[in-house]
């Protein structure tokens, strides 16, 4: 039988790994692969697994002479070339359900800091200092909460909202598909425009595609409530920065919480250093469980894949 090479990019759970290898496939582990590295060497290999770090871009697909599948341990594709593999018979495949609890726990976690200044807080305390008549917060419950994008993580933010008794207004570009869940929440479904006038808090849970990047700029800015709040836990790119420092620094909006940014790491600091803005380095998908999730989906789902083909 022909031997079924597979390479892992970037690290997963080990979960994963022993099922790939349970499935009698040959399994390189190269985390800090390069990218010039991973050229040089995926004319090898049947399939590979990436996170968001490695770039599959159209060069490394075209020198791909055998791969029959991409597998991304996480949601988003943009690091991915899925247009060139489509046309090059490569199926591309994620885990879209694995890291949803992690990211909605999360964005909850950046609301309440916001909120309450936690971070602020807490540095503060640290150096010493007792600013307690500085940090007068806000509650959450009867605030309104914006979501833009409702799949499984929009979903899973607008339930533990309603925990928090917060009123919940969502806007998606395929909201029939999605009102089922809209309902089920008590949210209502409102316009972009609509959602951002009347958000206290505007989350985002979108994937980043050619009609998402800076969907959130000057404009759409100038349309939040004054003193609400931003947060962005799905891909840098949907959000302008240079907008976004503006209204922080006009006192437009009251804070804003990112854990994805337009170039990561961050080479400008001049956003995240803000004292207005709560800043984690990416980290959504970073639990155990979640991680753990995704390895064993993106596993299994090459399993089958690999194992069809091999006939």
Request: glycine content about 8%.
């Given at each position: 039988?022909?031997?079924?090479?597979?390479?892992?990019?970037?690290?997963?759970?080990?979960?994963?790994?022993?099922?790939?290898?349970?499935?009698?496939?040959?399994?390189?582990?190269?985390?800090?692969?390069?990218?010039?590295?991973?050229?040089?060497?995926?004319?090898?290999?049947?399939?590979?697994?990436?996170?968001?770090?490695?770039?599959?871009?159209?060069?490394?697909?075209?020198?791909?002479?055998?791969?029959?599948?991409?597998?991304?341990?996480?949601?988003?594709?943009?690091?991915i070339d899925v247009k060139e593999a489509e046309a090059r018979g490569i199926r591309v495949?994620?885990?879209?359900?694995?890291?949803?609890?992690?990211?909605?726990?999360?964005?909850?976690?950046?609301?309440?800091?916001?909120?309450?200044?936690?971070?602020?807080?807490?540095?503060?305390?640290?150096?010493g200092e007792w600013i307690k008549k500085r940090l007068r917060g806000r509650e959450l419950?009867?605030?309104?909460?914006?979501?833009?994008?409702?799949?499984?993580?929009?979903?899973?933010?607008?339930?533990?909202?309603?925990?928090?008794?917060?009123?919940?207004?969502?806007?998606?570009?395929?909201?029939?598909?999605?009102?089922?869940?809209?309902?089920?929440?008590?949210?209502?479904?409102?316009?972009?425009?609509?959602?951002?006038?009347?958000?206290?808090?505007?989350?985002?849970?979108?994937?980043?595609?050619?009609?998402?990047?800076?969907?959130?700029?000057?404009?759409?800015?100038?349309?939040?409530?004054?003193?609400?709040?931003?947060?962005?836990?799905?891909?840098?790119?949907?959000?302008?920065?240079?907008?976004?420092?503006?209204?922080?620094?006009?006192?437009?909006?009251?804070?804003?919480?990112?854990?994805?940014?337009?170039?990561?790491?961050?080479?400008?600091?001049?956003?995240?250093?803000?004292?207005?803005?709560?800043?984690?380095?990416?980290?959504?998908?970073?639990?155990?469980?979640?991680?753990?999730?995704?390895?064993?989906?993106?596993?299994?789902?090459?399993?089958?894949?690999?194992?069809?083909?091999?006939?």
């Amino acid at each position: 039988m022909e031997e079924v090479r597979v390479l892992i990019c970037d690290p997963i759970h080990e979960d994963g790994v022993r099922k790939l290898r349970e499935a009698g496939f040959t399994v390189d582990e190269r985390p800090d692969i390069t990218g010039e590295e991973l050229l040089r060497v995926i004319g090898d290999y049947d399939a590979i697994v990436v996170r968001s770090r490695t770039k599959v871009r159209a060069e490394v697909l075209r020198a791909a002479k055998r791969l029959k599948v991409v597998a991304r341990a996480g949601v988003g594709l943009d690091n991915i070339d899925v247009k060139e593999a489509e046309a090059r018979g490569i199926r591309v495949v994620n885990s879209p359900g694995g890291p949803s609890i992690a990211v909605a726990e999360l964005t909850l976690g950046l609301m309440l800091s916001l909120a309450r200044s936690i971070p602020l807080a807490d540095r503060t305390m640290k150096q010493g200092e007792w600013i307690k008549k500085r940090l007068r917060g806000r509650e959450l419950r009867g605030k309104t909460l914006g979501i833009i994008g409702f799949g499984r993580i929009g979903y899973q933010v607008a339930k533990r909202a309603r925990a928090f008794e917060m009123k919940i207004l969502v806007y998606d570009v395929a909201i029939q598909r999605v009102m089922k869940y809209v309902k089920e929440v008590g949210g209502e479904a409102v316009t972009l425009k609509e959602l951002l006038r009347r958000s206290d808090f505007v989350t985002l849970h979108v994937p980043l595609l050619p009609q998402t990047r800076h969907m959130i700029s000057e404009r759409e800015l100038s349309m939040m409530k004054d003193g609400a709040y931003l947060i962005n836990t799905s891909r840098g790119g949907v959000v302008d920065e240079e907008a976004l420092k503006e209204a922080l620094r006009s006192g437009k909006l009251a804070g804003a919480a990112l854990d994805v940014y337009e170039t990561e790491p961050p080479e400008d600091t001049s956003l995240t250093g803000m004292d207005k803005v709560v800043c984690t380095p990416h980290i959504g998908a970073q639990t155990e469980e979640a991680q753990r999730a995704n390895a064993v989906i993106v596993a299994e789902k090459l399993i089958e894949i690999l194992k069809e083909k091999r006939g």
